[in-house]
Nanobody
């Protein structure tokens, strides 16, 4: 069981930057590698993938709409407590980036990073609003 808590959302003008953080905690000593990702959902739209990467040095993946503007990174805080963090640095923000942003973790074998239904664990979301 992985618990996810996001932070860092807010309101910004177009062209500005925000950095989202997600802390993943897992009970028991289960130091392991898994996929963590960011998704977003605007009102009336389906949840869409933004970026993802495997912990411990994985290759990042990005949606075409954010390539070159967003950057995902990860850090393992404590191996004993299996606590990890994933960050989403968002630059050159556009009004169309406005959405609720969700952190996700654990992609079972056969899952793909850009399919939100494949991820097992989710945070509560953090709102990002970009004004023009």
């Amino acid at each position: 069981q992985v618990q996810l808590v996001e932070s860092g959302g807010g309101s910004v003008q177009a062209g500005g930057s925000l950095r989202l953080s997600c802390t993943a905690s897992e009970s028991g000593y289960t130091y392991r590698r898994y996929c963590m990702g960011w998704f977003r959902q605007a009102p009336g739209k389906e949840r869409e993938a933004v970026a993802a990467m495997y912990t411990e040095g994985g290759t990042p993946y990005y949606a075409d709409s954010v390539q070159g503007r967003f950057s995902i990174s990860q850090d393992t805080i404590s191996q004993d407590n299996a606590k990890k963090m994933v960050f989403l640095q968002m630059n050159s923000l556009k009004p169309e980036d406005t959405a609720m942003y969700y952190c996700a973790a654990e992609l079972p074998l056969g899952g793909t990073w850009d399919r939100w239904r494949d991820f097992l664990y989710w945070g509560q979301g953090t709102q990002v609003t970009v004004s023009s």
